[in-house]
C-alpha cells in the first residue's frame, strides 16, 4: 500500500456562510492520477487550493504528507510546499525573459534572495534547468525568450518550472481548458508520462472529462461542494456522470 499523500477527514471550507466544500473525506496515495471533474463552482479550485496549503481548511482535519497543514509553522508549511507543484491555466511567466529564468523562478521558495537576484544575471542550476526542459521536451530553448515560444511550448516551461521543484506531486487547475485539442493532448500525455517515469502523483482539475477517463485513473466528482463519487475510472458509469452535471 503506497503511502498517502493527502488525508482529509471531514475538511469544509466555507467563503463567508456558504460552503465551498463541505466535509471532504478521502485519501490519495502516491503515484495515483486523480481527476477533479464537476461543474463550474463546484468547489474543483478550492480543493487544490486546500491540498497545496494555499487556502486553510475552515474545519476538519487536513494531513499532507503525513503533516497536519492546520497545526505547522510557516517554515514547515513551506518545507512542505516545496515538494508540491501547481500548475494553473495561466502560466505566470514573465515573457521578455529568457526561458532558464522563467524555469528557475521554481527555485525562489527555497533559494535566498541573494541567489535568485544573482541568478538574473549569472544563471544558476543550469543544468538542472536543462534537465527540466528535457523532460518536457524542449531542451534546445533554454536561452531562448520566453515569449517567441508557441502557446504549447510555454505551457511546457511552465512545466518545467514545476519540475525543478522536485515535486512528489502535482497539482493542475484546468491546465488545458485555453489550448487547442492537440497541445491539450499533448500536455496531458505529458503529465502520464512524469507520472510513470518520476511516480509523480497527479490530482488534476479538468472539464473536458475525455481526458479524465483516457488519462487518470481515479475520478473525483464534485457537486455543490460535495464528494458526489470517487471512484477508479472503469467504475464511473454515464448516469453518475449525468447525475454529476444534472442542473
Ligand atoms: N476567494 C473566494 N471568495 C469567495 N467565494 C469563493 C472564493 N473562491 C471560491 N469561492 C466560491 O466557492 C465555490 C467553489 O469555487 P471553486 O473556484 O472552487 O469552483 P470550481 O469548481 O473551481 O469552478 P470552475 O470550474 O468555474 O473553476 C463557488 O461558489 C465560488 O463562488
Ligand atoms: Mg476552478
Known amino acids: ?65 503525513g503533516r497536519d497543514i492546520g497545526r505547522l509553522g510557516p517554515g514547515q508549511l513551506r518545507q512542505v510546499q516545496r515538494r508540491i507543484g501547481t500548475v494553473y491555466q495561466q502560466h505566470h511567466l514573465v515573457p521578455n525573459l529568457p526561458v532558464i529564468h522563467n524555469v528557475n523562478a521554481g527555485h525562489l521558495g527555497r533559494w535566498s534572495l541573494f541567489k535568485a537576484a544573482w541568478s538574473l544575471i549569472w544563471p544558476q542550476a543550469v543544468e538542472q534547468a536543462a534537465q527540466a526542459l528535457a523532460q518536457v521536451g524542449i531542451a534546445e530553448k533554454l536561452y531562448t525568450r520566453t515569449e517567441r515560444l508557441s502557446g504549447g511550448q510555454q505551457q511546457r516551461v511552465a512545466l518545467a518550472r514545476v519540475l525543478v521543484q522536485d515535486p512528489l506531486v502535482i497539482l493542475a487547475d484546468e491546465p488545458i481548458s485555453s489550448v487547442d485539442p492537440e497541445r491539450s493532448r499533448e500536455m496531458m500525455d505529458l503529465l502520464r508520462q512524469l507520472n510513470q517515469d518520476l511516480g509523480t502523483t497527479l490530482v488534476i482539475s479538468l472539464h473536458d472529462i475525455g481526458f479524465a477517463f483516457s488519462h487518470c485513473d481515479r475520478i473525483l466528482g464534485l457537486r455543490h461542494g460535495q464528494l458526489l463519487f470517487d471512484a477508479p475510472v472503469q467504475a464511473v458509469t454515464d448516469a453518475m456522470i449525468a447525475d454529476l452535471y444534472r442542473i
Open 1 to 65: 500500500m503506497a503511502e498517502p499523500l493527502f488525508e482529509l477527514h471531514r475538511v469544509s471550507r466555507y467563503f463567508g456562510d456558504v460552503p465551498a466544500l463541505a466535509q471532504l473525506s478521502l485519501t490519495i496515495s502516491a503515484g495515483e492520477r486523480v481527476a477533479l471533474i464537476g461543474s463550474s463552482g463546484a468547489g474543483k479550485s478550492t480543493l487544490l487550493s486546500l491540498l497545496n496549503g494555499t487556502l486553510p481548511p475552515s474545519s476538519g482535519q487536513l494531513r499532507v504528507m
